[in-house]
């Protein structure tokens, strides 16, 4: 009873001002996570987690309902009745699986050894950001978390009367199958350092080959300890923990990690959370969180505002800062180094976020800007080559294209100065021209394109995709005084037009004797780690539109707008049903438009471009309607590292980088009715819908700062400079523009 009574108390303390005060209330009119939902993402597949964290932290502690297979790539699933236990990494979107790291579960009895896993009751499940709790059923547990950046904390209330246990799994991890979950562990050690402390350290592979160090610290002196035996083929231990506890007491526990040893973990967890104080750390948590989220001040319906800051949250898990507190970090060869500004970011899902979340951190979280990419550039001067999906440091080559180089061009066109621009460029330049696992630039040099027969998977996403980061490193070049890199460069960008098949007006492979691939079905899904093929995670009638830097190029190749429009209307209107076969990764779908897959995201701003407003006002209100609701089925899939999650914000505000590279915005429709965005320099900008509604839906024109805008976009420059973008919506159409 005693537990429901105190699960009620934190229900209602969730709901009103700040979980815990300790004296540092947030004003209701100030608190905005209150307006974040993370179970949002947490069905279906989104593949977010509800856990406690820090934005940008090394540590994200969540629930796991199960650890095997992709539908566990985030170890959580909100239909799911089984909680196996709580552990204290996590990925935040993805479509891969690792982490999962250290997973703990209170037990309770004689129920030590197997049955570990507990039933719970879906509606005691509470979050907000830097707060979990759940009940537990089986060992009648309050289970609590919250963190720091560095180190997870736990409050467990237990309410029965006899033996009160701590089930800690160092095996444990996510996984896509039970041999892996058996294999994942190389190397594992515990060290008894007193009644209250745990160390060691281990190394384990699943998407990457990475180790780690840990302190796990009681608040009550453990009475008794057991290893479990391990099962066959494993590694990683499980280990008991026994404490002398009466009804009702509560046995807190925190665990330190570190990239660089069993002394950084400890300095961790001394320099961020040396007290037992769990009420104050949720509340320095909720206050961090709350000073990042009320950048953007946002007037809207409940359910927009839980969606839009939900979002927000989203993006800010991650990139992580992996670095100790003293900049200490293990790197890609394997080495420690010091982190430049005691910064280090990894968890870069550069194939995903370079389209929109990296452009609206340049705007709203400013100040990471420059730690981003000195991180790029130094694992580019370990790894020789800048990094195409790093997590905890390493490199797991996943996707493809070289996707940080659009994000460091756009800083350094946007004047972020806090990193060496030579340098970059050079890394820049180095992985364009010196092939490595993920490129073969002789090809792409001697044909224009990369042949279907000379290239094992993705022959055309890969030249789409080389063409931008080939166009970003172009403007760099020539913005350094580099002619001779910018004519190279700018030669490789124009290969999209390679292609380009005039018969079917799209992106077709091609062989390396110049012949078109057949027999060609432009509806085949393709991906490749399962099927193969030609287009990565998508198909001929998705990638066809991926020119972001040359529009103009690729409408002329369709012989005028009207012809490219017709084309692009077509996208919209084949039924999905002409997949030769559904692919995971492809949903969202509206007819062949895949909203659930990034490639698809810019595409219905191509109209604006085209001079068809009308048409990418209507697609953005469509896909708010279908494709982002405030529930734990309310993506339409994965959230990427934040990538869906900035989709939304961007355009809920009316405007999208449809080139994420030179801040350049193009116009569509914001979604709700006043948007205003504290900037650096106590600056603001504002955007305002003016008389938006259902039937509104379109943009009779727009002002900035009360004067006509009469193009069909906004720059970085006036955003930053502060000031008032309006949008006069009404329920009619505007004229197209020939």
């Not at 597949?45 to 629930?63: D, N």
């Not at 049955?115 to 879906?122: E, H, L, N, V």
């Amino acid at each position: 009873m005693r537990i429901k009574q105190l699960l009620n108390t934190l229900l209602f303390a969730t709901s009103s001002l700040c979980l815990f005060s300790c004296g540092d209330l947030i004003p209701e009119r100030d608190n905005y996570i209150q307006y974040v939902n993370p179970f949002i993402g947490g069905s279906a597949t989104g593949h977010t987690f509800p856990g406690a964290c820090r934005p940008f932290g090394l540590i994200q502690a969540s629930p796991e309902t199960n650890a095997i297979g992709w539908d566990y790539c985030s170890g959580y699933r909100f239909s799911d009745s089984l909680i196996w236990g709580f552990s204290q990494t996590h990925l935040n979107g993805t479509g891969c699986m690792d982490l999962g790291d250290i997973l703990i579960q209170p037990v309770s009895g004689q129920r030590v050894r197997e049955d570990y896993k507990s039933t719970f009751d879906s509606a005691s499940q509470k979050a907000s950001p830097g707060y979990y709790a759940v009940h537990l059923n089986q060992p009648d547990v309050l289970a609590e978390i919250t963190a720091t950046a560095h180190v997870a904390m736990y409050r467990f209330t237990y309410a029965k009367e006899d033996t009160a246990s701590l089930m800690v799994d160092f095996q444990h991890g996510l996984v896509n199958s039970e041999q892996s979950y058996r294999g994942r562990v190389s190397m594992f050690t515990i060290h008894k350092k007193d009644a209250y402390t745990f160390t060691g350290e281990t190394r384990r592979s699943m998407w990457v080959n990475r180790s780690f160090a840990y302190v796990l610290k009681f608040d009550k002196p453990v009475t008794d300890y057991i290893e479990l035996a391990p099962k066959e083929g494993e590694v990683g231990k499980r280990v008991v923990f026994t404490f002398d506890l009466k009804k009702g007491d509560d046995l807190k526990v925190k665990v330190a990690l570190s990239t660089t040893g069993e002394e950084g973990a400890a300095k961790n967890m001394e320099a961020e959370l040396s007290s037992w104080n769990f009420d104050r750390t949720l509340s320095t948590a909720q206050l961090e969180w709350n000073n990042y989220l009320k950048r953007v001040r946002m007037t809207g319906t409940r359910e927009q505002k839980e969606n839009f800051y939900t979002s927000f949250y989203h993006m800010l898990i991650q990139p992580n800062n992996i670095a100790d507190v003293d900049g200490q970090y293990r790197g890609v060869d394997d080495s420690v180094a010091q982190a430049k500004g005691n910064e280090y970011y990894s968890t870069f899902s550069l194939w995903d976020t370079y389209r929109a979340a990296h452009p609206l951190y340049t705007i709203l979280v400013p100040e990471k800007v420059d730690p981003f990419v000195n991180s790029m550039i130094a694992h580019a001067d370990r790894q020789g080559f800048l990094p195409i999906w790093t997590l905890w440091g390493k490199e797991n080559f996943c996707m493809i294209g070289d996707h940080a180089i659009p994000v460091i061009v756009d800083a350094y066109l946007k004047g972020f100065n806090g990193f060496d621009a030579e340098a970059a460029y050079q890394a820049i330049k180095k992985s364009l021209t010196t092939s490595h696992q993920k490129s073969q630039w002789e090809v792409l040099d001697r044909y224009g394109y990369f042949p279907t027969d000379l290239t094992a998977t993705e022959s055309v996403s890969r030249t789409l995709e080389t063409c931008y980061d080939n166009y970003a490193a172009a403007i760099m070049a020539r913005k350094l005084g580099k002619e001779e890199d910018a004519l190279l460069f700018e030669k490789r960008a124009s290969y999209y037009k390679n292609m380009f098949d005039p018969a079917t007006g799209l992106m077709r492979p091609r062989l390396s004797d110049s012949s078109w691939y057949a027999p060609f079905n432009p509806y085949s899904l393709a991906h490749s780690e399962s099927k193969g093929g030609d287009y990565t995670e998508g198909n001929a009638w998705q990638y066809t539109w991926h020119v972001q830097h040359d529009v103009k190029g690729l409408m002329e190749m369709y012989g005028s707008k009207e012809l490219f429009k017709q084309k692009l209307d077509s996208l919209f209107s084949l039924s999905a049903s002409l997949f030769d076969s559904p692919l995971s990764d492809v949903t969202g779908l509206i007819g062949q438009y895949a909203h659930g897959n990034e490639p698809s995201h810019h595409i219905p701003y191509l109209f604006n471009v085209a001079g068809y407003p009308a048409r990418t006002q209507e697609l953005i209100r469509e896909i708010f309607d279908t494709q982002y609701k405030n529930k734990p089925d309310g993506l339409c899939g994965n959230d990427d590292c934040g990538q869906m999650s900035a989709w939304y914000m961007f355009s809920a505000m009316g405007f999208y980088p449809l080139n994420p590279v030179g801040g350049e915005y193009i116009l569509g429709a914001p979604q709700m009715e006043r948007f205003e965005l504290s900037l650096p320099h106590n600056k603001k900008f504002i955007v305002i819908a003016e008389d938006l509604s259902k039937d509104n839906k379109y943009v009779e024109f727009v002002t900035l700062n009360n004067e006509i805008l009469d193009r069909n976009y906004i720059t970085q420059e006036e955003i930053m400079q502060g000031g008032t973008l309006q949008f006069m919506m009404t329920n009619r159409p505007p004229v197209e523009k020939k």
